[in-house]
């Protein structure tokens, strides 16, 4: 990890920007504290840093009043990283198909989320390895939003996160319906139940598959972009419990 920047937000949170490689990333970090603290991922669509930071920013500011460190990286084909053609195109399928009130078939989803995440979680592991080897930062981890599918295998294959937030926002392949039977750590899902978007009865289904002895389902009314302000609060509340 090489940070290529810092500024001390208004607040007293410290944000850097760093590389991992070719991956570009960012960390808030609380005003200075006594002791390390733990760790939220922040996930967001695969929209480009810049274009999510407003609402990153925020997010990582909120958690840095409850005493979280926060980092994100960028997704692949995402932002100023290489264009990933096979990703353009499954995107432009799922377009046309979505514009043309078409069901969006496996095969987009497939070929849409399948092979994103296959690239994405290790590119989020060893984002995590380094964050973690810094003094100021400790587990356990949690995480937090983005595309529910990059959510999903993070908490079959990665054991130091412990708890997460998912947003039931976006497709997910079948496969990942049988992964999501393999998360065992405490879940808070959250539903809009008006997404266009998003099928919500097989948001219920994903939901009912988790293995989790602690899950819970907070459903608001509204489309994609109107979660409720204290919908955040009540994610920062479930974190305290289980990352504190």
């Known amino acids: 990890m090489h940070f290529t920047s810092e500024q001390r937000l208004d607040d007293g949170v410290l944000e850097r920007e760093f590389t991992l490689g070719e991956i570009p990333g960012i960390l808030w970090t609380p005003a200075p504290a006594s002791a390390p603290v733990p760790l939220i991922l922040l996930g967001h669509p695969p929209l480009g840093l810049r274009k999510m930071y407003p609402r990153l920013v925020a997010r990582a500011r909120h958690c840095a009043a409850e005493g979280f460190a926060t980092a994100t990286i ?106 999501a039977r393999q998360v065992t750590i405490p879940l808070h899902v959250l539903l809009q139940w008006d997404d266009e978007g998003n099928d919500r009865q ?8 988790f293995s989790s002895q602690e899950k819970s389902l907070h459903a608001h009314l509204g489309g994609h972009t109107g979660v409720p302000q204290f919908a955040g609060d009540a994610a920062a509340q479930f974190f305290t419990r289980h990352l504190k």
């Open 74 to 179: 960028e997704l692949p084909g995402s932002g100023d990283r290489p264009r990933w053609p096979a990703a353009e195109q499954a995107r432009a399928d799922l377009r046309r198909a979505m514009e043309a009130g078409e069901p969006v078939g496996d095969e987009i989803v497939d070929a849409l989320i399948l092979p994103l995440v296959d690239k994405a979680v290790p590119e989020w592991q060893a984002a995590l390895d380094d964050v973690l080897s810094l003094p100021e930062i400790d587990g356990p981890v949690g995480y937090s939003g983005g595309v529910i599918s990059i959510g999903i295998r993070l908490a079959v294959v990665e054991p130091r996160i412990s708890a997460a937030v998912l947003f039931a926002g976006s497709f997910v392949p079948r496969a990942l319906f049988e992964e």
């Open 202 to 209: 097989a948001a219920l289904d994903l939901f009912d598959a």
